[in-house]
Each structure stands twice: as C-alpha cells, then as structure tokens.
C-alpha cells in the first residue's frame, strides 16, 4: 500500500515527530507549510500531523479538502500540542473542537507532546503568546494546571519523544495490514 506523512509545523516539534513517522513507516515526510497544494491522490494511507494553538489544528483546512477529493484514503492525524497528555480532558476537549463528530469519524486521531520555543515564533504568534501569559498570569493564582503551564512556556521545552509514536505508527501499520490493494476487484 502506498502512503505518505504531510504536516504543518511552525517551530519544527511536529516537524520532529513527522520525519520520525515517515522513517518508521518507510515512506517520504512532505510539508504543507512548503507545499500547501500537496495532492493526497495515489496514496492509500496518509498521516497528517498539524500543530495546535489557540484551539485550532494547523493543516486542518488541506485535510478537509483531502478528505472530499480522495474519499477512498485512509487518513490519521496527529495533533501536536504543549499541554500535557495526562491532562486528557483538555487534549479530549481540543481534539474533539478540531476534529468533531461526524465530519471526522473513523479517522484515528492522536496527540503527542512537543514543546514550546517563543523565539522561534512569528511574530503575530510572540504577541498573541504575550497575551496568553498574561492571562495564565492571573489564573496561575487558583489554577495550578495554569501555574504549570505558565512556567513551562517561560522557559521553553522540548518533550518530543519518539517512543511517544508507537500508537500511531501500529494505527497505520493496522490500516496497511487491513487494506486491500489498489486495483484490486475488492476495492473498486
């Protein structure tokens, strides 16, 4: 089966976790930051990895547009975030904001932790960042999710971690294993 790994990162984590995908899988890593254009037809399985701010998926627009061209493609996405995954219920609330019911039933969904480099942000992205410490700054007060989270940011992080992977690469593996190949009478 054919399938390729496409993604939109801004300071390189889901660029990180991409590339590693693409070396698991054995299949090429494209950007949609370099080629938002990129055509998913010829593939049977595409993983698309985007990163989350402000409650949005970047990359979400070009999977839309993919899911409605190539009907038939598997699609699994990867969502790369800086909350941690032990708070699931705000990872939970994100992923099911951005990829709701039923638009996007039976396509897997996963969130991996990245990490956070202000210095490497647009600068759009530093003063919207600004604003998002300064209100973290007065909830740190009674939240302590807010209060970690504030810290964390202020210094930056990197928690990417490849073994954090194994889910979605055994996903599409599955999906590759169930698959009937292309040009089969099955699949037509």
């Not at 993983?47 to 701010?53: D, I, K, V």
């Not at 990490?115 to 992205?125: I, K, M, T, V």
């Not at 992977?165 to 599409?172: G, I, K, M, S």
């Amino acid at each position: 089966m054919s399938m390729i790994v496409v993604y939109s990162s801004h300071t390189g984590f889901t660029k990180r976790y991409a590339t590693w995908l693409a070396e698991e899988l054995g299949c090429r890593a494209v950007s949609l930051d370099d080629e938002p254009r990129f055509d998913a037809s010829g593939f049977d399985i595409v993983a698309m990895g985007g990163w989350l701010h402000a409650g949005g998926l970047a990359g979400k627009k070009w999977l839309v547009r993919a899911r409605e061209r190539h009907p038939q493609t598997r699609f699994v996405v990867f969502a790369v975030g800086a909350t941690p995954v032990e708070w699931d219920d705000m990872v939970a609330e994100a992923l099911a904001k951005e990829l709701p019911s039923p638009e996007f039933d039976g396509v897997e969904r996963f969130y991996l932790r990245g990490g956070f480099a202000y210095e490497r942000l647009s600068a759009p992205n530093k003063l919207a960042m600004r604003l998002f410490f300064k209100m973290q700054e007065k909830n740190a007060e009674h939240d302590p999710r807010a209060a970690e989270m504030l810290s964390g940011m202020r210094g930056g992080f990197d928690a990417t971690d490849r073994a954090a992977l194994e889910p979605v690469t055994a996903c599409v593996r599955a999906l590759d294993a169930a698959a009937v190949p292309t040009g089969s009478a099955e699949r037509a």
